[in-house]
């Protein structure tokens, strides 16, 4: 039978196949080519192979049981040599840990005896081993440390290190870093040309720097509390906001300094504050650029105390990362000067919504330069707000060669 | 012959056999239509449910429960001893119908009854206090991402009371449906009111409120649970492929009815997200779970009840009263002589090399190119349009390709279309337009090179089953489930490789880290490259594969064969018999 025969027989359905079993062959019937059926017949060396079968499962689960636990299981700390010495690299809670000391290679010594959770261990720590980096992401998604203590030996934190700590409320470091500082708990480098890191929760502190009893929900806010808890001036030495540095904050309002000429990737992404227990809501509405060179106060007290006050980002701005601004739907103004030669994808995305037909959020994009001049800008996709149109989506109109509004 | 003769008999064969199917056949045309609608409606309805699952990219996690990562790879963990305890009596009472001796029956039950009462207890009690609270045992628990002892001992104890309470339901409902609505879908007719119930209560108990992740994890692990002990999957489908034991019309049902019931669900995958762009906050707004998933999954289970019983199921099979009983370690053994499952079985083992991964697909569509409604729905209906014309022609193809070659170009094709992806994400990440394009290219096409392969796989998995009732007198669905058993430990290793990589990038319970063109880059290439090698190797097996449609006719023969020599016996002792089917 040729190869092209045998195929077609092989392959074809509607091969017409009758086979003539006896009633009492039924149950052992051998097809040609295959294994012949075994029903209700006893097998060969029967309990052999039960033993067999079981001892394989039993190491097949065992093992399976012991890979998982042993790549499931978090040490609290983690860490890594690096050229450069120590590097923290991994942070996993107890579930009890609520500050959090980065200065020396530090472990968990449980007390023997004390069976409350909370109070039955200690963290030890080995001061021959100084920690002198923070790697992006060690203390991720964490949702119990509420202060972090950077000691002096720490020489690099990458921005990213503290991403998404929901409970986390000021950092403090130790006045001899030489690379580092903080700001009433807010991570700068240590001449304050950058902006690191604004916890997430950073307002719980200052509730209860200033005297709030409880949070204000979206509807609750008086203008005291708006000021005290929902309002950030950035230091005027300043020049750079990082990347994801202010982003979850519970801020309605930020004062630039003009000087500032850098706000990279998710810097101020995702402002938000609770409407109730249950939700949360946009909360930034308004960016302002002041013209003072001696503010080091981050608490807003009057715009006076800033010097010239004008709306939006500051002349002077150079570059806008990647969803700088995005998702934040109660911004209500924005100009982008013509100092800006950079802007990033997607960077005020999300930053409007359509509400009864009306846009709201930044409904239109003022752009200081006009329409010749800004096509020679480097400018990321999709980088302009858009709201609902039909069953697409629109960007926002761009006024081009606007004049910036006035301070109302 | 004109076009138009070809229609008119076209007509004419479908007028005549509408009622009687023809000769050689056994599905009337009627029986086609209520495939189109009832397995649409069923389809749509599961398909529904995909939106709603214990899994780090259901929508309902990722935005409102916001769950670590790594902690479903610790629930899994702390299911597993009970689960490979559990499955071997699961396996026993399944294929068996449910029909077990009395003495069997009753002490199934009775264990049954102390995994649900433990399971109760752990929820009022909290067991890990009798530990020490300092010792390895608990400190170990304590470490584990997003968990406590305290919520692992009632992770723990929800599994126990799941297995009891579903064990029981499985024996109960079994028994008292199988004979009369089939063995794929009985389980419709006891599920679907509480499964609809499950699915509102879901959207609207605000249990993502709790503020402390472990009790969190435990309470959602329990509403899930409880969800999840009500099934409605794509039964009618399944009943479908099983519809005639003619090969020829298995695949015409499956190529034409069973595809154009699938229209529904393409339909409804276009409308629904143009719903949820309309919401506030699209996807991440909690009335999506609270009104357009329960209207539209309420609808879709109406529609099926309504026509579940029209669509039958024909194996030749012995009446159950005369079915051949399976005693527990011959179904052990019996499939471990199933060579063909065993190819399966090495396939899946390299499969695993892909656990983990994230769904690039959601990552290109929401964190790329930022889609919502109209938009969304029609680059995802223009992607899984993509498979509908190959599908239409997969007699053609299953014809003229045997199912080695089939499964050989599609794990090929994988392997091609993730290494393009992966350059594209690697090379040019940041320019969102080119790189999307790429992307959005190649996908199309690995989906237009997907379901010829699925539709053959599909069927060469019923074959399967037939082969195995031939070997065993029972199809042993349930028992081949040993095959993970061995495959169990490397597969849950090698899955978390990539989970434990990804948290390295940034990844955890908040998936915004996605926007961050860094972290992106790494936590969807390094696993796509890993998937691209799982590819490449899963094509050798299939050159082992020697099961052709000669091979599966023959064994058909014999099964009808022994279902009619078997029920001619039963009538002839006076037994009633139920449930089986001549062919």
């Known amino acids: 039978m040729s190869k092209k025969e045998k195929k077609k027989i092989t392959n074809d359905w509607g091969t017409d196949v009758h086979l003539d079993i006896p009633e009492d062959e039924i149950w052992t019937y051998q097809v040609p080519g295959l294994a012949a059926p075994h029903i209700n017949k006893p097998y060969k060396y029967y309990t052999l192979k039960k033993v067999l079968f079981v001892i394989t499962i039993v190491i097949a689960v065992s ?31 107890t579930g009890y840990l609520y500050e959090l000391e980065i200065d020396y290679v530090s472990d968990i010594e449980y007390i023997p005896g004390n069976n409350d959770p909370a109070t039955n261990f200690k963290v030890v720590k080995d001061e021959t081993k100084p920690i002198t980096s923070i790697r992006q992401f060690t203390l991720n998604c964490d949702d119990k440390v509420k202060t972090v203590y950077i000691g002096a030996n720490v020489t690099d934190i990458d921005p990213k290190a503290f991403y998404s700590c929901w409970a986390l409320q000021n950092i403090e470091v130790d006045e001899n870093n030489p690379n580092y500082c903080d700001v009433d708990g807010v991570l700068y480098n240590k001449d304050k040309t950058e902006l690191l890191c604004y916890p997430c929760d950073h307002d719980e502190y200052l509730r209860q720097k200033y005297g709030y009893e409880k949070e204000l929900y979206r509807d609750e806010v008086t203008p005291e509390y708006e000021r005290d808890i929902q309002t950030y001036v950035v230091p005027s030495t300043v020049k750079k906001l990082s990347e994801m540095c202010l982003n979850y904050a519970n801020l309605r309002v930020i004062y630039l300094p003009e000087g500032l000429e850098t706000i990279e990737t998710l810097a101020v992404f995702k402002l938000h504050e609770r409407v109730d227990q249950w939700s949360t809501s946009p909360s930034l509405q308004n960016i302002y650029t002041y013209k003072s060179s001696d503010v080091t106060d981050t608490h807003f007290t009057t715009k006076e105390a800033l010097g010239e006050v004008y709306l939006s980002l500051p002349d002077g701005l150079k570059f806008i990362g990647s969803d700088a601004f995005s998702y934040n739907q109660n911004l209500q103004y924005v100009y982008i000067p013509s100092s800006v030669t950079y802007i990033g994808h997607h960077a005020f995305w999300d930053a409007c919504y359509k509400e009864d037909g009306e846009i709201k959020g930044v409904n239109v994009m003022n752009v200081a330069c006009d329409e010749e001049t800004f096509a020679t800008l480097t400018v990321g996709d999709d980088w302009l707000p858009k709201y609902d149109k039909g069953f697409f989506k629109k960007a926002v109109d761009m006024n081009y060669s606007a004049a910036r509004e006035a301070v109302k | 012959m004109s076009i138009l003769n070809k229609v008119k008999d076209f007509g004419t064969e479908i007028k005549t056999h509408w009622n009687t199917p023809a000769e050689g056949k056994y599905v009337p045309y009627k029986e086609y239509k209520d495939v189109i609608i009832g397995v649409g409606a069923n389809y749509t309805g599961s398909k529904v ?484 090698i799982g590819f490449f190797l899963m094509s050798i097996p299939y050159f082992f594969w020697d099961y052709d449609n000669r091979k599966q006719n023959l064994v058909m023969e014999v099964l009808k064969r022994r279902a009619e020599v078997t029920e001619k016996k039963a009538e002839e002792e006076g037994v009633s018999v139920s449930g089986g089917y001549i062919g």
């Open chain 1, 63 to 93: 093992l399976s049981i012991f890979f998982s636990v042993l790549a499931l299981q978090n040490d609290t700390f983690k860490y890594e040599e690096t050229d450069n010495g120590i590097q923290f690299s991994k942070f996993s809670n």
């Open chain 2, 49 to 532: 449910l995909e939106y709603i699952g214990f899994w780090s990219s259901c929508f309902l996690i990722m935005y409102h429960y916001k769950l670590p990562y790594l902690t479903f790879s610790v629930i899994g963990l702390l299911n597993m001893p009970l689960g490979y305890i559990s499955a071997l009596i699961w396996w026993y009472v399944c294929d068996n119908l449910g029909f077990l001796p009395k003495k069997a029956e009753k002490k199934v039950y009775v264990a049954y009854g102390l995994m649900a009462l433990f399971g109760i207890s752990t929820l009022i009690f909290d067991y890990s206090r009798l530990f020490n609270q300092s010792g390895w045992f608990i400190t170990t628990l304590n470490s584990f991402e997003g968990m406590s002892a305290t919520a692992c001992f009632k992770t723990f104890g929800t599994h126990f009371l799941y297995t009891g309470w579903v064990g029981a339901r499985n024996i109960f409902w079994r028994k008292k449906l199988i004979p009369k609505y089939g063995r794929y879908k009985y389980g419709l007719y006891c599920d679907v009111i509480p499964k609809c119930v499950m699915v509102i209560l879901i959207g609207w108990l605000p249990v993502y409120n709790i503020a402390d992740v472990a009790t969190r994890v435990w309470v959602a692990n329990l509403l899930f649970a409880t969800y999840n002990v009500f099934g409605f999957g794509n039964v009618l489908e399944e009943c479908s492929k099983r519809i005639s034991p003619n090969l020829q019309e298995r695949i015409l049902v499956r190529s034409y009815p069973v595809k154009i019931s699938h229209i529904f669900n393409s339909i409804l995958a276009i409308i629904l997200p143009v719903f949820v762009g309309m919401l506030r906050y699209e996807w991440a707004d909690i009335n999506f779970y609270r009104w357009i998933i329960p209207a539209t999954f309420c609808i879709s289970a109406a529609c099926t009840m309504f026509l579940a019983g029209r669509i039958k199921e024909r194996i030749p099979q012995p009446p159950i009263e005369k079915k051949v009983q399976i005693k527990f370690w011959d179904g052990m053994l019996g499939v471990l002589r199933n060579k063909y499952l065993l190819i399966n079985t090495v396939v899946g083992l390299i499969d695993a090399l892909g656990n983990g991964m994230l769904p690039f697909a959601t990552i290109l569509y929401f964190y790329t190119f930022r889609l919502s409604g109209l938009p969304y729905s029609l680059l995802v209906a223009l992607i899984s349009f993509a498979g509908t014309p190959p599908d239409l022609l997969s007699p053609y193809f299953l014809k003229k390709f045997s199912y080695k070659q089939i499964m050989i170009f599609y794990q090929l094709s994988r392997a091609i279309g993730n290494a393009i992806i992966a350059v594209a994400m690697w090379t040019l990440g940041d320019n969102l337009a080119l790189c999307g394009t790429i992307c959005v290219v190649v996908l199309f096409f690995m989906e237009m090179t997907k379901t010829v392969p699925t539709t053959a796989s599909h069927d060469m998995n019923v074959r399967i089953a037939d082969y195995q009732m031939y070997l065993s007198g029972e199809r042993l669905e349930s028992f081949a489930g040993i095959f993970g058993w061995f495959t169990g430990p490397i597969t849950t290793f090698v899955g978390l490789i990539i989970p434990i990589f990804l948290l390295k990038y940034g990844f955890n319970s908040n998936w915004e880290i996605l926007f961050f063109d860094g972290s992106r880059r790494n936590i969807v290439v390094v696993p796509i490259i890993v998937d691209t």
